[in-house]
């Protein structure tokens, strides 16, 4: 019997994520440009549920296309590759940002300045996040981060005097995230800071900032995935710049499967 094609096989259904990220909407934007994906979508479920399915195809050796993100702890333990994107529905590279409430470097200079030199690399967020995927908790995955890179951490910190009082962080639901707001709580709490965390989707964090009932974020994923919240409130709030450079969004698949650009599926 002839070989069903990759769309037959998965149902022309795409593995997603939370309805609201920011990699849904710009696969909402590939499924719309890419003429060759008519009748596919994008389920939505949860980032564990995705990882979760993934490994199980990975399992059995099957097909799975999942709307996927560096950096991220699945490339460490799966051997995957990106779709090509040749209309750049996902953008090229990302990089992160940290972003803080007008004022607050005036409030708290020293807990600003910590954060405006916090910058660090896909291989240091994905080591915590593989922490936090077997089941250590934030706090202690970030002391473990810190413990064994306090040459990066004394770069943040150096000549930064000591401070005092309560530092808002806001952050989104994703193990990246989760990996950087606790690992900056961490470095914040070591230099006499206390830190006050919150989870929030990616608007109401975007709006906390704004509001300035945050202080600050490190999860803004620019300039695509992002963006739309970000060009909404950018004249509320101050971005410090990059914490992570070398992030990337698009499809994903194990390497197993015999495609390699998002146009090599068919309707
Ligand atoms: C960390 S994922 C790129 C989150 C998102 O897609 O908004």
Redesign the pocket.
């Given at each position: 019997d002839s070989k069903e094609s990759v769309g037959e096989q998965l149902d022309y259904t795409l593995t997603g994520?939370e309805s609201g990220?920011?990699?849904?909407v710009a696969t909402d934007k590939a499924l719309e440009e890419y003429d060759n994906l008519e009748g596919w979508e994008v389920s939505s479920s949860s980032s564990a549920v995705m990882t979760e399915q993934l490994g199980n195809a990975i399992e059995n050796k099957e097909p799975i296309i999942v709307t996927g993100?560096t950096p991220h702890w699945k490339f460490a333990e799966y051997d995957l590759k990106y779709l090509e994107d040749p209309k750049e529905a996902y953008g090229s590279t990302e990089h992160i940002n940290t972003i803080v409430r007008k004022g607050f470097e005036e409030d708290m200079p020293k807990a600003a300045k910590i954060l405006d030199n916090f910058k660090w690399t896909p291989d240091d967020m994905q080591s915590v996040m593989l922490e936090l995927q077997e089941g250590t908790d934030p706090v202690k995955a970030a002391k473990n981060w810190i413990e064994n890179n306090g040459d990066k951490v004394d770069e943040w910190t150096k000549g930064i005097e000591d401070g005092s009082g309560t530092v808002k962080l806001a952050y989104?639901p994703?193990q990246?995230?989760i990996s950087s707001t606790h690992v900056i709580s961490e470095v914040l709490k070591q230099k006499g800071f206390e830190t006050d965390l919150t989870q929030a989707g990616?608007g109401p964090m975007f709006q906390a900032i704004a509001d300035g009932d945050s202080d600050a974020m490190t999860s803004a994923?620019l300039p695509r995935?992002?963006g739309d919240h970000y060009e909404k409130f950018k004249d509320e709030f101050v971005d410090l710049g990059e914490n992570l450079d070398g992030a990337k969004?698009g499809l994903v698949v194990p390497k197993y499967m015999d495609i390699d650009s998002i146009e090599d599926l068919q309707p």
């Amino acid at each position: 019997d002839s070989k069903e094609s990759v769309g037959e096989q998965l149902d022309y259904t795409l593995t997603g994520i939370e309805s609201g990220a920011g990699i849904m909407v710009a696969t909402d934007k590939a499924l719309e440009e890419y003429d060759n994906l008519e009748g596919w979508e994008v389920s939505s479920s949860s980032s564990a549920v995705m990882t979760e399915q993934l490994g199980n195809a990975i399992e059995n050796k099957e097909p799975i296309i999942v709307t996927g993100w560096t950096p991220h702890w699945k490339f460490a333990e799966y051997d995957l590759k990106y779709l090509e994107d040749p209309k750049e529905a996902y953008g090229s590279t990302e990089h992160i940002n940290t972003i803080v409430r007008k004022g607050f470097e005036e409030d708290m200079p020293k807990a600003a300045k910590i954060l405006d030199n916090f910058k660090w690399t896909p291989d240091d967020m994905q080591s915590v996040m593989l922490e936090l995927q077997e089941g250590t908790d934030p706090v202690k995955a970030a002391k473990n981060w810190i413990e064994n890179n306090g040459d990066k951490v004394d770069e943040w910190t150096k000549g930064i005097e000591d401070g005092s009082g309560t530092v808002k962080l806001a952050y989104v639901p994703w193990q990246s995230e989760i990996s950087s707001t606790h690992v900056i709580s961490e470095v914040l709490k070591q230099k006499g800071f206390e830190t006050d965390l919150t989870q929030a989707g990616i608007g109401p964090m975007f709006q906390a900032i704004a509001d300035g009932d945050s202080d600050a974020m490190t999860s803004a994923w620019l300039p695509r995935t992002h963006g739309d919240h970000y060009e909404k409130f950018k004249d509320e709030f101050v971005d410090l710049g990059e914490n992570l450079d070398g992030a990337k969004i698009g499809l994903v698949v194990p390497k197993y499967m015999d495609i390699d650009s998002i146009e090599d599926l068919q309707p």
